[in-house]
């Protein structure tokens, strides 16, 4: 079985000052790490993957996160916030299943407000 | 290259009443899978269908179905509805086995039961 914890529903920032947005993955198989970002009122957009290999991650609009197996971590991290990024965060867990069939496991999601 | 569409984006139904949702993956990808997003219950996994046989399924009662189309489109219906039903419903598709295997997801269908 599979699941995720992120800690901190809510997570505020200022503008400018990093984000650190945090979760922890339970996975009896080697996972495969996800994060996806929500707009309001629109589907979820990917930033970044995990599948094997280097264990830093970029992804898409400056993110990145880092694989530590030891810690069963994957936390975003972003250096410098834009007002644009105020948004919901979810990370999501998968291994495939022997029939290839992929199924997310999300967590409950950090929303994210940058201030002025 | 178009993205995963579902129509309708929004839905009124009264409880009771059943209701199909449709999702046209992004071209070539064979992968259909839906979820249902609740303020509640988050991000649940409904089910994924490929080559148009329903190959996985998450934890939701008979009243949830869907179907795949030779074109790889997808339906979900629900039937006999509940309040409990309203939701966001989101499809996402991919292609199995290649280096950007990965699900992309559609806008979504909001519904709401009354």
């Known amino acids: 079985a599979q699941s995720v914890t992120q800690l901190g529903s809510h997570v505020s920032v200022s503008e400018g000052a990093l984000v650190l947005l945090r979760c922890n993955y339970s996975s009896s198989v080697p996972p495969y790490l996800f994060w996806y970002v929500q707009y309001p009122n629109q589907g979820l957009q990917l930033l970044l993957k995990y599948t094997t290999g280097a264990t830093l991650v970029k992804g898409i609009n400056g993110f990145e996160a880092e694989f530590k197996k030891s810690e069963t971590s994957f936390h975003l991290t972003k250096p410098s916030a834009h007002m644009s990024d105020a948004a919901e965060y979810f990370c999501?867990?998968?291994?495939?299943?022997?029939?290839?069939?992929?199924?997310?496991?999300f967590g409950k999601g950090t929303k994210l407000t940058v201030n002025p | 290259k178009a993205g995963v569409t579902q129509t309708p984006r929004y839905l009124i139904k009264t409880r009771g009443q059943q209701v199909t949702l449709s999702c046209s993956p992004i071209?070539?990808?064979?992968?259909v899978s839906w979820y249902q997003q609740t303020p509640g219950q988050g991000l649940q996994f409904l089910f994924e269908?490929?080559?148009?046989?329903?190959?996985n399924k998450g934890n939701f009662p008979g009243r949830f179905s869907g179907r795949q189309f030779s074109n790889s489109r997808s339906e979900m219906n629900v039937s006999t509805l509940e309040l409990g039903d309203s939701a966001l419903y989101l499809c996402a598709s991919r292609l199995p086995g290649t280096v950007t295997d990965t699900q992309y997801f559609g806008p979504g269908t909001r519904l709401t039961v009354l």
């Open positions: 269908y490929f080559s148009e046989t329903q190959r």
């Open positions: 071209s070539g990808h064979r992968s």
């Open positions: 999501a867990v998968s291994g495939l299943t022997q029939g290839g069939s992929e199924k997310l496991v």
